[in-house]
């Protein structure tokens, strides 16, 4: 991570050194920019989702291979629909997790066993 921080003020501050006399300068430094910003962004720092193999009464669910149990009924959480882990692990690991429904954007805090 600290590479990129290293590369990023870089050229950015070059960049920014160029765009002081010309317009294709600061045209330049906003693409490079812009450029920087994607690639950091793709770079893996992505939730995994995970989909819900069984729910049952919207208490009871397994994901990832691992059961869990609600808090509280967990409505708009279905048996299909792909979740991401917002606390807790997906493999089971943990004392408690909140999951979030990618398409609903439903919030869930479930147990874990």
């Known amino acids: 991570m600290l590479m990129w921080y ?5 050229y950015h501050s070059k960049a920014l050194r160029a765009c002081r006399y010309t317009l294709p300068g600061l045209i330049a430094a906003v693409s490079f920019f812009v450029l920087i910003v994607a690639a950091c962004v793709q ?7 995970y989909p819900v ?6 208490e009871v ?6 059961r869990y149990e609600a808090m509280t009924a967990c409505e708009g959480i279905d048996e299909g629909d792909w979740v991401v882990f917002l606390q807790g ?3 089971g690991a943990c004392s408690s997790a909140v999951i979030q429904n990618l398409h609903t954007g439903a919030k869930c805090s479930l147990w874990c066993d």
């Open 6 to 10: 290293y590369i990023v003020m870089k």
């Open 43 to 49: 770079t893996g720092h992505a939730t995994p989702a």
């Open 53 to 58: 193999q069984k729910a049952l009464n919207n």
């Open 61 to 66: 669910f397994e994901i990832n291979g691992n």
């Open 89 to 91: 692990s997906p493999y």
